[in-house]
């Protein structure tokens, strides 16, 4: 089934200068980018985004690792969008994440992991909605 998965290229990724290498993998898996903007979270924005780990002791500093540089926001479409993106993400933690992944490839650490992408049909539809009116996404 086609589906759409929010996708968020992280500060430390961006701070490198690896948007260009990460679309690549993603487009080498046969996810298309369908919407992308790159924006300068606010406080406000990264700790809505991240409310459901508003009680981990890690949200302080996720919130400030978000909101330091520019993100780049995208929305990926594609045969089961979600679960195909996070595949290609890897594991949360870069020591775990498969070869080829993008935090395999990329990430320096468990926090600073370069990549954002949705765990669920239901959360994609959400988060995608945050950031992007229907008419800024084309398919
Ligand atoms: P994922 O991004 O793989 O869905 P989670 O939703 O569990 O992972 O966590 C959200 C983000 O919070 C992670 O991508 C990472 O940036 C950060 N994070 C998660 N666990 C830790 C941790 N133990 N220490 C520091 N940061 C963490
Ligand atoms: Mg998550």
Request: no cysteine.
């Amino acid at each position: 089934m086609t589906e759409r998965t929010f996708s968020i290229i992280k500060p430390d990724a961006t701070r490198r200068n690896l948007t260009g290498k990460i679309n690549a993998v993603i487009e080498e898996a046969g996810l298309r980018i369908v919407a992308q903007r790159r924006v300068k979270l606010t406080d406000a924005q990264a700790k809505k985004f991240y409310e459901v780990h508003a009680e981990r002791p890690f949200y302080g500093e996720l919130v400030e690792q978000m909101t330091a540089e520019p993100v780049v926001v995208q929305v990926l479409e594609g045969d089961n969008a979600v679960l195909k993106y996070r595949e290609v993400m890897g594991a949360t933690n870069p020591d775990n994440a498969d070869e080829g992944t993008i935090r395999k490839l990329f990430a320096l650490s468990i926090g600073e992991n370069s990549v954002h992408g949705s765990d669920s049909l239901e959360n994609a539809g959400i988060e995608i909605a945050q950031f992007f009116k229907d008419e800024e996404i084309v398919g």
